[in-house]
């Protein structure tokens, strides 16, 4: 018998193949199954929907790879910080498909979610560290959308510098 985590993987592989070949909301659960070789019983013991199957593997393949690629800093600065806003553009290129699968089914919000968590913020939470976390969530991910809209034409050295530039401008501009 096979292992769960190896179905996990088998289903989530097949609907990313399926999405290369159809758009999202015309794939079927029947077709997740039979390109990945189980019938209807095991996909609905792991998951209730494809949307739950797309979540876990967002949260599995890409949020885990993610935090795995970014070297621990020793210390924080802009250097790293630019370094580190590259390799999250150069993965969203590597992934650019997945992303836009997202967006097809309607789960944005599931990204944002994990961006405003990854921002940090003072361990008091105040309101103003609150709103400044979200602030910064929606506007990565908004300007992350308009990229991969236009085709990911600028380099991910140039979207990182953009960013950083843009976060600069505002902070001078509220003091």
């Not at 890409?62 to 993965?91: C, R």
């Not at 967006?103 to 105040?126: C, G, T």
Request: charged content about 20%.
């Amino acid at each position: 018998m096979r292992s769960n985590k190896f179905s996990k993987k088998c289903f989530f592989e097949a609907l990313l193949n399926l999405y290369h070949q159809k758009p999202y909301s015309q794939i079927q659960i029947s077709e997740i199954c039979q390109t990945a070789g189980y019938n209807r019983s095991t996909f609905y013991r792991i998951y209730p929907s494809k949307e739950a199957l797309l979540l876990d593997g967002f949260k599995e393949e890409y949020v885990m790879n993610y935090y795995n690629s970014i070297p621990a800093a020793e210390e924080e600065n802009m250097d790293t910080y630019l370094h580190n806003v590259e390799l999250l553009f150069s993965f969203i290129r590597e992934n650019h498909d997945f992303f836009l699968m997202m967006r097809d089914a309607h789960m944005v919000n599931e990204i944002y979610l994990l961006f405003r968590e990854s921002f940090p913020y003072d361990s008091q939470k105040d309101e103003v560290s609150l709103y400044t976390r979200n602030f910064l969530a929606a506007g990565y991910l908004s300007a992350i959308y308009e990229w991969l809209d236009n085709g990911m034409k600028q380099s991910n050295r140039y979207m990182a510098e953009l960013i950083i530039n843009v976060m600069n401008h505002i902070s001078t501009s509220i003091i």
